[in-house]
């Protein structure tokens, strides 16, 4: 139970818990739920002033269109029947409704009497004496526990480039994950977003119509994907979860490899006929949402050949939707001048992406064509001698992903080595959810599982139940340490190497592969098997007596 003492210096308080949970996103509040139905006594620190994920997401990154990939009802939990009195207003739900739905999840659950917010988790030690954890907080709490769960997302470290006189700029510049709870005023100003990622794509999206002028700054495409917005009919939804459909939703997400309601095309490419291709583009191009990427042939992220057929249906859907012939050359090139093979970035889903450049007011520039030289008290000069000037600044350029949330924690191991270190030059990780000399520490929606690969909610609850059970497992078997060993760490971190490297991923420069953060090693950082495969190596383990897993 609890104990709250003074340390001495009258700084810190040391207390003490069975499990410390650091993220109130979708991982975070899993475990929270299940540990304490296991009587534990736990406690979730975040960052964010509200639920809904640590340092970043839903309450962080609130610019203008933030709004999720997944469709109803993918993106919620399916547990204690949540889904029955929770209604969503659209297919893609944007950022202030989802933070509603952590509010009735936390109603219903009684999560937040357990969630400090507003607090960071700054380091973490492992004192091997009595075998607990010590984890520090910047209010200058001390807990000790004896499970240390690491949920915190694969975007809680922004990224922002180490661009030339960025200081001397005087207006108003902001990262999409840092974006002012209070909004920006954005109408009629002269603004500039750099980067096309998901994020860069949402805000463009949103800003186009009401900017005085936007300029656009894209290093390489996006390959956009038809998000097929729709609002959602209450009576449908009454309807669907009468007949029992949510539940068969649920269970089948956990079935397909991104963990969502669709899965690959089981064919190749070339065993089909250009017509019948081309009816099956048509066919997942008009259902909207990942189709056209996680429900296409499935060779297409494995061939060049397969690959190709797709990102040509892409560029001539494309194409056709922009006017002018330079920005269609640097939006959505042909497939002779493609930056990146289909796929093997993130491709986001668009609303009217490919429109607002047909607006007057927006530009775009190509940055491999034409970089940027220096920031200025005004604005931005580019290497051809433009002086651009703005008055808002739009920095949609990333994070340090999957893993740089984890390691900007000091957190240290029984050897006295920083996780950070240990990661240094490549990360190591037993089933994507421990790593050797860091007992009873677990992480998960982290490096080498499933993550970035698959619906947020589905990982979750794969990778929560088994480390709930692994928790269990301790906890009857008195067991004072489980720690993965170096052999097995070895071996999944070469297996998820090898699922990579038959892919295409390997070849694109991409933050699933670390390569968007200057001196990150090049290393999968994903689990490329697809969900069920996970769920059943990871459920093997667990079978023979955690195999892997040293206990003491
Ligand atoms: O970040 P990104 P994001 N100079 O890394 C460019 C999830 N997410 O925040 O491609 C100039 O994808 C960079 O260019 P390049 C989702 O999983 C989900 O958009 O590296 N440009 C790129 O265009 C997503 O994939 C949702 O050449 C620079 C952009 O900045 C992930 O988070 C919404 C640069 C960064 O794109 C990350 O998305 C938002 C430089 N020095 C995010 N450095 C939804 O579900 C980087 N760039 C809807």
Same mark, same amino acid.
């Given at each position: 139970?609890?104990?709250?003492?003074?340390?001495?210096?009258?700084?810190?308080?040391?207390?003490?818990?069975?499990?410390?949970?650091?993220?109130?996103?979708?991982?975070?509040?899993?475990?929270?739920?299940?540990?304490?139905?296991?009587?534990?006594?736990?406690?979730?620190?975040?960052?964010?002033?509200?639920?809904?994920?640590?340092?970043?997401?839903?309450?962080?990154?609130?610019?203008?269109?933030?709004?999720?990939?997944?469709?109803?009802?993918?993106?919620?939990?399916?547990?204690?029947?949540?889904?029955?009195?929770?209604?969503?207003?659209?297919?893609?739900?944007?950022?202030?409704?989802?933070?509603?739905?952590?509010?009735?999840?936390?109603?219903?659950?009684?999560?937040?009497?357990?969630?400090?917010?507003?607090?960071?988790?700054?380091?973490?030690?492992?004192?091997?004496?009595?075998?607990?954890?010590?984890?520090?907080?910047?209010?200058?709490?001390?807990?000790?526990?004896?499970?240390?769960?690491?949920?915190?997302?694969?975007?809680? !470290?922004?990224?922002?480039?180490? +661009?030339?006189?960025?200081?001397?700029? #005087?207006?108003? @510049?902001?990262? &999409? $994950?840092?974006?002012?709870?209070?909004?920006?005023?954005?109408?009629?100003?002269?603004?500039?977003?750099?980067?096309?990622?998901?994020?860069?794509?949402?805000?463009?999206?949103?800003?186009?119509?009401?900017?005085?002028?936007?300029?656009?700054?894209?290093?390489?495409?996006?390959?956009?994907?038809?998000?097929?917005?729709?609002?959602?009919?209450?009576?449908?939804?009454?309807?669907?979860?009468?007949?029992?459909?949510?539940?068969?939703?649920?269970?089948?997400? !956990?079935?397909?490899?991104?963990? +969502?309601?669709?899965?690959?095309?089981? #064919?190749?490419? @070339?065993?089909? &006929? $250009?017509?019948?291709?081309?009816?099956?583009?048509?066919?997942?191009?008009?259902?909207?949402?990942?189709?056209?990427?996680?429900?296409?042939?499935?060779?297409?992220?494995?061939?060049?050949?397969?690959?190709?057929?797709?990102?040509?249906?892409?560029?001539?859907?494309?194409?056709?939707?922009?006017?002018?012939?330079?920005?269609?050359?640097?939006?959505?090139?042909?497939?002779?001048?493609?930056?990146?093979?289909?796929?093997?970035?993130?491709?986001?889903?668009?609303?009217?992406?490919?429109?607002?450049?047909?607006?007057?007011?927006?530009?775009?520039?190509?940055?491999?064509?034409?970089?940027?030289?220096?920031?200025?008290?005004?604005?931005?000069?580019?290497?051809?001698?433009?002086?651009?000037?703005?008055?808002?600044?739009?920095?949609?350029?990333?994070?340090?992903?999957?893993?740089?949330?984890?390691?900007?924690?000091?957190?240290?191991?029984?050897?006295?080595?920083?996780?950070?270190?240990?990661?240094?030059?490549?990360?190591?990780?037993?089933?994507?959810?421990?790593?050797?000399?860091?007992?009873?520490?677990?992480?998960?929606?982290?490096?080498?599982?499933?993550?970035?690969?698959?619906?947020?909610?589905?990982?979750?609850?794969?990778?929560?139940?088994?480390?709930?059970?692994?928790?269990?497992?301790?906890?009857?078997?008195?067991?004072?340490?489980?720690?993965?060993?170096?052999?097995?760490?070895?071996?999944?971190?070469?297996?998820?190497?090898?699922?990579?490297?038959?892919?295409?991923?390997?070849?694109?420069?991409?933050?699933?592969?670390?390569?968007?953060?200057?001196?990150?090693?090049?290393?999968?950082?994903?689990?490329?098997?697809?969900?069920?495969?996970?769920?059943?190596?990871?459920?093997?383990?667990?079978?023979?007596?955690?195999?892997?897993?040293?206990?003491?």
């Amino acid at each position: 139970s609890a104990t709250s003492e003074a340390n001495g210096n009258g700084i810190a308080a040391y207390k003490s818990l069975d499990a410390l949970i650091v993220g109130a996103g979708f991982g975070g509040l899993y475990q929270l739920h299940y540990l304490r139905k296991m009587g534990l006594q736990c406690k979730v620190v975040d960052t964010a002033g509200e639920l809904g994920g640590q340092h970043s997401i839903w309450y962080w990154n609130c610019y203008p269109g933030a709004r999720v990939d997944s469709d109803v009802p993918l993106y919620e939990y399916s547990i204690e029947d949540l889904f029955k009195d929770w209604n969503w207003s659209e297919r893609f739900p944007e950022w202030p409704e989802i933070r509603k739905y952590f509010q009735y999840v936390d109603k219903k659950l009684d999560l937040s009497k357990d969630v400090i917010l507003n607090t960071t988790v700054t380091h973490a030690e492992f004192d091997t004496k009595p075998c607990r954890w010590n984890v520090t907080l910047n209010s200058g709490e001390v807990y000790d526990c004896r499970f240390f769960l690491l949920c915190t997302g694969f975007a809680a !470290k922004h990224y922002v480039p180490n +661009f030339k006189g960025m200081d001397r700029f #005087k207006g108003i @510049m902001h990262h &999409t $994950a840092k974006y002012p709870q209070e909004g920006i005023e954005l109408k009629g100003k002269k603004i500039c977003v750099i980067g096309t990622g998901a994020s860069g794509v949402q805000c463009i999206q949103e800003i186009g119509p009401q900017a005085g002028h936007l300029t656009v700054l894209q290093r390489t495409p996006n390959l956009c994907l038809p998000m097929n917005q729709h609002k959602l009919d209450a009576e449908e939804e009454k309807r669907l979860k009468a007949t029992g459909d949510y539940d068969k939703i649920f269970k089948y997400r !956990k079935e397909t490899f991104g963990g +969502f309601h669709f899965d690959f095309y089981q #064919k190749d490419c @070339m065993q089909e &006929t $250009a017509e019948q291709q081309r009816a099956l583009y048509e066919k997942l191009w008009q259902g909207g949402g990942f189709r056209f990427w996680l429900g296409v042939y499935k060779d297409t992220l494995f061939s060049k050949e397969a690959n190709d057929r797709a990102y040509e249906f892409w560029a001539e859907k494309t194409r056709a939707r922009i006017n002018d012939p330079k920005k269609k050359n640097i939006l959505a090139p042909l497939l002779k001048d493609q930056h990146h093979t289909f796929g093997t970035k993130r491709p986001s889903l668009e609303q009217r992406y490919y429109e607002v450049y047909n607006q007057p007011n927006v530009d775009v520039i190509a940055l491999k064509q034409n970089p940027i030289d220096t920031f200025t008290e005004k604005g931005i000069k580019m290497k051809d001698g433009q002086e651009l000037e703005f008055d808002v600044i739009i920095l949609a350029t990333g994070f340090d992903s999957v893993t740089g949330g984890l390691v900007q924690i000091d957190i240290k191991g029984t050897d006295g080595v920083s996780l950070a270190d240990k990661w240094s030059k490549g990360t190591w990780t037993y089933l994507g959810m421990t790593t050797a000399n860091f007992p009873n520490m677990f992480f998960l929606y982290g490096p080498q599982g499933p993550t970035a690969f698959s619906n947020g909610p589905t990982c979750v609850e794969v990778q929560g139940e088994w480390i709930i059970d692994a928790v269990e497992h301790c906890v009857k078997n008195n067991v004072k340490t489980m720690d993965a060993t170096a052999q097995s760490e070895a071996g999944w971190t070469k297996h998820v190497a090898d699922l990579t490297d038959i892919t295409l991923f390997p070849g694109t420069d991409s933050w699933y592969m670390g390569a968007n953060i200057p001196g990150k090693p090049r290393e999968a950082l994903n689990y490329a098997g697809g969900i069920p495969r996970y769920t059943r190596e990871c459920n093997e383990v667990a079978e023979k007596g955690y195999a892997g897993f040293a206990f003491d």
